[in-house]
DNA sequence: AGGCGTTCCTGGGGGC
DNA sequence: TGCCCCCAGGAACGCC
């Protein structure tokens, strides 16, 4: 699942080698991969345009031309990487970018969630997307505001990329545990002591997940790089494994709808009721 | 406003 | 071994 360190990880990949092309084509495998536009819009805005920049925004690569830029977002499974002579396209590629030096980027996705957006700006994904959390702008005062602001659960918030930008299952199970907030808490009752631990946290794990090329394994055909994040997880999928602060069992429950691993002894639930009780 | 169920997909795991 | 069923999940959407 690909969350804003993978997306970063692949960001940092592609973009020294992406600036610069100009677009020969790029062909859709899997018919429903280009979620906003058409071939002959394609025609018009991207084919012959040069790649100016490659950045990410929340879970969306960004790829910009001098009018328009194209957004992709791999959703659960979707990978980008560079065919080389030595490898084919797998069964499962979604779209085929062809660039004008001959070199071609592989959209592939098994589930076939990941798509394709062309726009003329950043605004319509700025206009979507919270905050990205390892910006300046992102202080703790506007963290703070956005919890308190609302009465929310507190795990499905921090999921909308409404609210926030870029955190998704994994990395949001790893901030509220070493948090030590249960994610069923309400959002605008968590202390503010735990709030700051909650924002600080955010940041260093992110920042840690880049430095590590992330938690999903990437299997890039070039270099063969995967993430090694993994080995630093603390809770996620550790279920019934035990807690390393506590040494209690880590349980696996539902919230929002998602598998979320938890430590109850660790991780205080925080409602109306027991927002003054601190955790043993 | 916010919570919840449904949809999109396929590979893989559990049960028998 | 094989087969079927169900589950995993990011985000959009409709409903309550």
């Known amino acids: 699942?690909?969350?804003?360190?993978?997306?970063?990880?692949?960001?940092?990949?592609?973009?020294?080698?992406?600036?610069?092309?100009?677009?020969?084509?790029i062909t859709p495998l899997w018919p429903k991969v280009f979620h906003n536009f058409s071939d002959r819009d394609l025609q018009k805005k991207i084919n012959g345009e040069k790649i100016i920049?490659?950045?990410?925004?929340?879970?969306?690569?960004?790829?910009?031309?001098?009018?328009?830029?194209?957004?992709?977002?791999?959703?659960?499974?979707?990978?980008?990487?560079?065919?080389?002579?030595?490898?084919?396209?797998s069964k499962h590629t979604t779209a085929l970018f062809t660039f004008e030096s001959k070199n071609q980027l592989v959209f592939d996705d098994v589930r076939k969630f990941g798509r394709l957006y062309?726009?003329?700006?950043?605004?319509?994904?700025?206009?979507?997307?919270?905050?990205?959390?390892?910006?300046?702008?992102?202080?703790?005062?506007?963290?703070?505001?956005?919890?308190?602001?609302?009465?929310?659960?507190?795990?499905?918030?921090?999921?909308?990329?409404?609210?926030?930008?870029?955190?998704?299952?994994?990395?949001?199970d790893e901030s509220l545990w070493k948090s030590g907030i249960h994610p069923n808490s309400i959002s605008n009752v968590i202390p503010a002591f735990r709030v700051k631990k909650l924002y600080k946290n955010i940041k260093n794990i992110l920042t840690d997940a880049i430095n590590k090329n992330g938690t999903t394994i990437i299997d890039?055909?070039?270099?063969?790089?995967?993430?090694?994040?993994?080995?630093?997880?603390?809770?996620?999928?550790?279920?019934?494994?035990?807690?390393?602060?506590?040494?209690?069992?880590?349980?696996?429950?539902?919230?929002?709808?998602?598998?979320?691993?938890?430590?109850?002894k660790c991780q205080k639930i925080y409602n109306r009721k027991n927002k003054n009780v601190e955790p043993t």
């Open 53 to 89: 920049e490659v950045l990410r925004r929340g879970k969306f690569i960004v790829i910009q031309f001098k009018k328009v830029i194209m957004a992709i977002h791999l959703r659960m499974t979707g990978k980008v990487y560079y065919l080389n002579k030595n490898n084919s396209i």
């Open 1 to 25: 699942m690909p969350e804003l360190p993978e997306v970063q990880t692949v960001v940092n990949y592609i973009r020294p080698i992406l600036i610069g092309e100009k677009v020969k084509s």
């Open 118 to 172: 062309l726009y003329n700006s950043l605004e319509p994904l700025n206009k979507c997307l919270g905050p990205e959390p390892l910006s300046n702008d992102f202080s703790l005062d506007l963290f703070s505001e956005l919890l308190k602001g609302r009465k929310r659960n507190t795990k499905a918030l921090l999921l909308d990329q409404s609210i926030l930008a870029g955190l998704g299952n994994i990395y949001v």
């Open 220 to 264: 890039f055909s070039v270099n063969g790089e995967s993430g090694k994040y993994t080995n630093d997880l603390q809770i996620y999928n550790r279920n019934k494994l035990d807690c390393f602060h506590c040494k209690n069992k880590i349980t696996k429950i539902r919230v929002a709808g998602r598998g979320t691993h938890i430590c109850l």
